[in-house]
């Protein structure tokens, strides 16, 4: 065999294996892609596993180094599954039995101004441009019990039903991705030692060490996240909690709990303690309703301009506007998720551009100066 036969061949073998790479890369798109259309009503129950999962992980391997795996290593994983789903099922189980009761209590009130009209507040007549006119359509509608029957009358039932129809369909929804985030969870606790390696050897075959960087900055943004969102909206909540208790506001722990929540998407807490506030304004408390309202705009500066921002942009190094544009974003984008989701992604898109900028500094860096003989002549050999 010549020389001439020898390189056609290899450069043959060269141009197969060049195809058969596109071919692969071709087939594993697709699969993927596949795998992802098949799995689309369960991707939110993967992505919260892997949330949780993340979040909880430096807990989860204290507990593994005190207590080693032995035999088929089901009771850890299965221990903070368990406690994973009593974190979310207490507080939901607290909430319904309050809302029970809320709920007999409004029937009862909705069934005596049936029959007797609801009387005019007090407070209503005060209020500005508005007052007169508020009090009037009140006696015609509501303090009178013919008008407040008429009223009810003209509400849609047909829409109603569809609605409650339609809150079922939801529930049964966020029950089965429940369970499922339950299952997956476990599984991420078992094998996550296994499942991180894996994606790690991924990573740096695909990216090289970039590519871990860009992991280790979405993980940090999650766990910050918590932090961030999660924990300090829970302090939030206890805060509140205290003030609605010593402000007399009936059923404080229910409206603590809602505080919490709310706290943990940005521009919502106000929402909750004003509604407090306009609570206790009806029922005649000024200065406590005032007081509410002013105490919760201080905790609320306080947690968004100085606790959240230190939590979560210090554990990414991430500035504050691109936090909240993530979350905010995130929330628009991916509803719930987007709370962990949308900072995670602002993270991973700010390392990769200050690895950008970083590399073309250092380029300039080592070119030499525009005026410099040396570039002058390249740019002239370079020029038509």
Same mark, same amino acid.
């Given at each position: ?26 087939? #594993? ?132 039903? +569809? ?32 499942? +991180? ?35 300090? +909206?829970?302090?939030? +909540?206890? %805060? ?12 404080? #722990? ?66 504050? %506007? ?57 740019? %002239?050999?370079?020029?038509?």
């Amino acid at each position: 065999m010549t020389s001439d036969e020898a390189a056609g061949q290899e450069a043959a073998r060269a141009e197969t294996w060049r195809f058969q790479g596109r071919a692969r890369l071709a087939l #594993a798109i697709i699969l993927v892609l596949l795998g992802l259309w098949t799995l689309k009503a369960f991707l939110p129950a993967l992505v919260w596993a892997a949330i949780l999962a993340i979040a909880t992980w430096p807990l989860y391997r204290r507990a593994r180094a005190r207590w080693p795996a032995r035999g088929h290593d089901i009771a850890l994983p299965a221990l903070f599954t368990a406690a994973a789903a009593l974190l979310v099922l207490i507080p939901l189980g607290i909430a319904g039995v309050e809302l029970a009761r809320e709920a007999r209590v409004i029937y009862a009130a909705l069934e005596e101004a049936r029959q007797h009209g609801i009387a005019v507040p007090g407070w209503l007549g005060g209020l500005p441009v508005i007052g007169a006119q508020a009090v009037s359509w009140w006696r015609e509608t509501l303090a009178d019990p013919a008008g407040y029957s008429e009223f009810l009358g003209r509400l849609n039932h047909a829409s109603l039903y +569809g609605y409650t129809r339609e809150l079922g369909g939801q529930l049964v929804h966020r029950v089965v991705v429940f369970a499922f985030t339950l299952l997956a969870l476990f599984f991420l606790y078992r094998d996550g030692e296994q499942v +991180g390696a894996q994606m790690l050897a991924a990573s740096h075959r695909a990216f090289g060490p970039h590519g871990e960087r860009i992991g280790r900055q979405a993980i940090a943004s999650v766990h910050g996240t918590v932090d961030g969102l999660v924990l300090v +909206g829970l302090g939030e +909540g206890v %805060l509140m909690w205290l003030a609605y208790l010593m402000a007399g506001v009936p059923h404080p #722990a229910l409206f603590g709990a809602a505080t919490a929540i709310a706290a943990m998407i940005p521009f919502a807490t106000p929402v909750v303690f004003c509604i407090v506030g306009i609570l206790l304004l009806a029922a005649g408390s000024v200065t406590a309703a005032v007081a509410v309202v002013a105490f919760g705009f201080a905790v609320v500066f306080v947690a968004d301009h100085f606790i959240r921002p230190a939590l979560i942009g210090g554990a990414t190094k991430l500035p504050f %506007l691109w936090v909240l544009l993530g979350i905010l974003g995130g929330v628009e984008t991916w509803g719930l998720l987007g709370l962990f989701l949308g900072p995670a992604i602002m993270a991973a898109l700010v390392l990769l551009w200050r690895d950008w900028t970083s590399r073309a500094e250092a380029l300039e860096a080592a070119e030499p100066a525009d005026d410099s003989p040396l570039l002058v002549g390249d740019r %002239l050999h370079r020029e038509p």
